[in-house]
């Protein structure tokens, strides 16, 4: 890992001749040598919106039936509010305190701040996370893809009919989709995908939101408490505690994008300096998310009541077409999200293997490619080509064996929200501003830490015996739903 770690430091410091080679059309770069960066305030904020708003949003509903109305809400607000403030303190880490040298990825942040072996830890944690998330989203499209395939069949053959599909042949196919989409070179050129996925997200949960909505106002909502799903014959004391734990799981995934702040604020101009507009990313991001999850968690839990699905839209039928539309939205919300959780990981491997092999031109030399009438123009790398479509394909073979949708995002949510979202911002928070051990404002921060610690321990826990349970009935490569 140290050898990996002064590999990657090496290929971060571009020489002048690189420079030169990684010139944009207008001659400019910035103060590393790179391109000049041209993110703004809202290509930060789509990228943050594509990251967060996706599969989480879905189980809100069933995460709040689980808690009830008043723990339900409360914990989606302080997961929110926890998640911006210390995106905020994230953000004032982007670069070195004296020399101002930029930190490329989340990483390289923590080396800067706290050294010793903490970047590693960070550095196993967000990557085994990211390529989790992959998997999520995977598993979360192919089940959006299934439910418009079950719902064309209820329509044809009547809601009693007996359809059941598996959902390879869907995950198949995004694997397919993701390794064309997969050979756009940097997280820098994933602006326009990002725009995209985030308009596809915010339609889908207006979808969502619609539906949960007029079945509520219209008298037919199911029942709900203030307490949640209520313990009796159907429900044990055990399953209620564990179900409450696997939902605060699913609400602080839901809150969760810390993993990629770092390297979406790389991609911001110099000017005004980034780690101010990154802040008012975070607001917009956060409020626009926060809106979106308390319309759709609290709409969809008065319209279900304490039996919602953990896939919101799961527990809608008609009108076919509508619910249809929204989980095809989905679909292509989540292959702009499964790119920019694939990114940092992409870039870390291609960076260690450049400076690795500097001379091979299997690993570095870009080969340009022109198409059309129009002259679309683009390069290819063979190394980049070869390493993320087994990327991929080995991703697609995880997301296969492991379909389980609510217990899969509990353990991401709690594998995400302690480390990332917590632990390393307030530790570097510490660091930067010299806070003296034992004092009010330290101990302060550690009882945040703990509180945070204990709820993704709790969630992480519910997951894994979520999955344990999960894995008695089910049959690898072989799931219909």
């Not at 944690?125 to 089940?143: D, E, K, N, P, S």
């Not at 770092?262 to 000017?271: A, G, M, N, V």
């Not at 002259?375 to 991929?392: A, C, G, H, P, Q």
Request: charged share 15%; with cysteine; proline share 3%.
């Amino acid at each position: 890992m140290g050898e990996i770690d002064e590999e990657i430091e090496q290929a971060n410091n571009i020489s002048s001749m690189d420079a030169q080679a990684y010139k944009v059309a207008d001659g400019g770069v910035d103060d590393d040598g790179r391109p000049k960066r041209t993110g703004t305030v809202w290509t930060a904020s789509a990228h943050i919106v594509t990251a967060i708003v996706g599969s989480g949003v879905l189980s809100l509903a069933w995460g709040i039936a689980q808690l009830g109305w008043i723990t339900g809400v409360s914990t989606l607000l302080i997961f929110s509010s926890i998640s911006l403030y210390s995106s905020g303190l994230l953000a004032d880490c982007y670069r070195a305190p004296l020399s101002g040298k930029r930190n490329y990825t989340y990483r390289a942040a923590v080396k800067t701040y706290l050294g010793g072996r903490k970047h590693k830890i960070c550095g196993l944690v967000q990557y085994v996370l990211l390529v989790g998330m992959v998997v999520g989203y995977t598993i979360t499209a192919a089940i959006s893809m299934l439910a418009i395939q079950k719902s064309n069949c209820f329509q044809k053959r009547g809601h009693g009919a007996q359809c059941k599909f598996s959902n390879n042949p869907f995950m198949i196919g995004i694997g397919i989709v993701e390794i064309f989409l997969s050979q756009i070179p940097n997280i820098h050129k994933l602006s326009w995908l990002s725009i995209i996925a985030a308009i596809m997200s915010v339609s889908y949960a207006g979808i969502g939101m619609g539906l949960a909505f007029t079945k509520a106002v219209s008298g037919h909502g199911e029942t709900t408490s203030l307490t949640g799903e209520e313990i009796g014959p159907n429900l044990t004391a055990a399953d209620k505690v564990w179900g409450m734990f696997s939902a605060i799981g699913n609400i602080a995934f839901a809150c969760a994008y810390l993993q990629i702040l770092i390297e979406i604020q790389d991609t911001l101009k110099s000017s005004p300096p980034e780690n101010k507009v990154m802040k008012k990313a975070n607001i917009i991001a956060t409020l626009t998310a926060t809106t979106l999850y308390m319309l759709c968690g609290c709409f969809g839990y008065a319209a279900l009541g304490n039996g919602a699905p953990g896939n919101l839209l799961a527990g809608f039928y008609k009108p076919f077409w509508l619910v249809d539309m929204a989980n095809s939205f989905i679909v292509v919300h989540l292959l702009g999200a499964y790119q920019v959780m694939a990114q940092p990981v992409f870039y870390v491997i291609e960076s260690w293997a450049s400076t690795r092999w500097p001379k091979s031109k299997f690993v570095t030399k870009e080969y340009p490619v022109t198409i059309g009438k129009n002259n679309l123009k683009f390069s290819v790398n063979l190394f980049r080509l070869t390493w993320r479509t087994i990327f991929v394909v080995m991703a697609t073979l995880l997301s296969m064996a492991l379909p389980f949708f609510n217990e899969v995002l509990g353990l991401l949510g709690a594998l995400a929200y302690w480390p990332l979202t917590v632990y390393f911002p307030l530790e570097m928070y510490i660091a930067q501003k010299n806070i003296k051990r034992g004092t009010s404002w330290w101990f302060g921060l550690q009882l945040l830490n703990l509180v945070c610690f204990l709820a993704a321990l709790g969630a992480a826990c519910s997951s894994i015996h979520g999955l344990y349970k999960a894995l008695h009935t089910y049959k690898p490569l072989k799931v219909t739903q």
